[in-house]
Nanobody, 128 residues
């Protein structure tokens, strides 16, 4: 059974930084894009960032571009999300996801339907 294990969430103040990690239990299940989505209470899940397998292309939502950085370590089957200058509106449960296919367009990389495996989520709370 494929597992995606997220870690790194927590409670921080506005302006602080956090680094999320997500490790896939098997290499084959990190062969496509790896991505982060988030869902706040009462809201739909939204795309945050995605990175292709070789790491040379990344995609970001407008709300996080310039503040968040996605990266991956294929040796460790791990994707990271460095979150800087956090805002209260970044408060959400953050989910990592992996796809079976490499997506090289922002349209496909940002759709949650493009991803096959999902983690359980990690809570990020930013206080004002």
């Amino acid at each position: 059974q494929v597992q995606l294990a997220e870690s790194g969430g927590g409670l921080v103040q506005a302006g602080d930084s956090l680094r999320l990690s997500c490790t896939a239990s098997e290499r084959n299940f990190a062969r496509g894009n790896m991505a982060w989505f988030r869902q706040a209470p009462g809201k739909e899940r939204e795309f945050v960032a995605s990175i292709v397998r070789n790491g040379d292309t990344t995609y970001y939502s407008d709300s996080v571009r310039g503040r968040f950085t996605i990266s991956r370590d294929n040796v460790k089957n791990t994707v990271f999300l460095q979150m800087n200058s956090l805002k209260p509106e970044d408060t959400s449960v953050y989910y990592c996801a992996t796809s079976l296919t490499i997506y090289y367009t922002s349209e496909l990389a940002s759709r949650d339907q493009s991803y096959y495996y999902w983690g359980q989520g990690t809570q990020v709370t930013v206080s004002s």
